[in-house]
């Protein structure tokens, strides 16, 4: 089974622009949550999205915003760029779709650099 | 603040030598993950650990979650340099539905 892919891995983007990650769930899987990871803050979550539905929220400003589409891959947005947002964008998938689902795969994700 | 404390930061050993990572909080958990992270890459789930005082063995790492549910701690013996990785714990805070992450632990295994 194909496991938790995300693109691009790799992106450069200045200040002010806006970016669009992606993320494709372990096949069957419809629960995917949204992380940054940073050297200072560590891990943090985003969103979550089930069924596409947004179904918990962590404390990011509205800049971050995320959907899920009907085959369950992901979008993550980021809007008005800050030097701050540079960071991996990590993307997971969980299947049973219990609210709070205990195992989660991850992808390699997403290097954004913000210049 | 974290709500999961991991300890120590880093760790260097050399090759054989045994360590231990902790992961420490002030709030209850229904369960513990303990993942490894590789550069580049996404973290690997290792094991989940559910019932207080449980203790599992993956080869050579030993799992243990505490009896009130509130830490844990991964145990490698004779440690290789594969074993290098960054190390977190993560968990759901009862009444809590967002998988918090602890800080990390940055492992180093010399040869």
């Known amino acids: 089974k194909a496991g938790v892919t995300q693109t691009p891995r790799y992106l450069i983007k200045t200040r002010g622009q806006q970016v669009t990650l992606s993320c494709s769930p372990i096949s069957g899987h419809r629960s995917v949550s949204w992380y940054q990871q940073t050297p200072g803050q560590g891990l943090q979550f985003l969103f979550e999205?089930?069924?596409?539905?947004?179904?918990n929220k962590g404390n990011f400003p509205g800049r971050f915003s995320g959907r899920q589409f009907s085959n369950s891959r992901s979008e993550m947005n980021v809007s008005t760029l800050e030097l701050g947002d540079s960071a991996l964008y990590l993307c997971a998938s969980g299947g049973s779709g219990a609210i709070r689902e205990e195992t989660q795969y991850f992808g390699p994700g997403t290097r954004l650099l913000v210049l | 603040t974290q709500l999961l404390e991991q300890s120590p930061q880093f760790l260097s050993i050399q090759e054989g030598e045994n360590l231990t990572v902790y992961c420490n909080s002030s709030?209850?958990?229904?369960?513990l993950q303990w993942y490894r992270q590789e550069p580049g890459e996404g973290p690997v789930l290792l094991v989940t650990?559910?019932?207080?005082?449980e203790v599992k063995k993956l080869k050579r790492l030993t799992f243990q979650f505490g009896d009130a549910r509130k830490d844990s701690s991964l145990h490698i013996t004779a440690a290789q340099p594969g074993d290098t990785g960054l190390y977190l714990c993560?968990?759901?805070?009862?009444?809590?539905?967002?998988?918090?992450f602890g800080a990390g632990t940055t492992v180093t295994v010399r040869a």
């Open positions: 650990v559910v019932t207080g005082g």
């Open positions: 993560a968990g759901h805070p009862l009444n809590d539905y967002k998988l918090s």
């Open positions: 999205y089930f069924s596409e539905t947004q179904r």
């Open positions: 709030s209850v958990f229904s369960s």
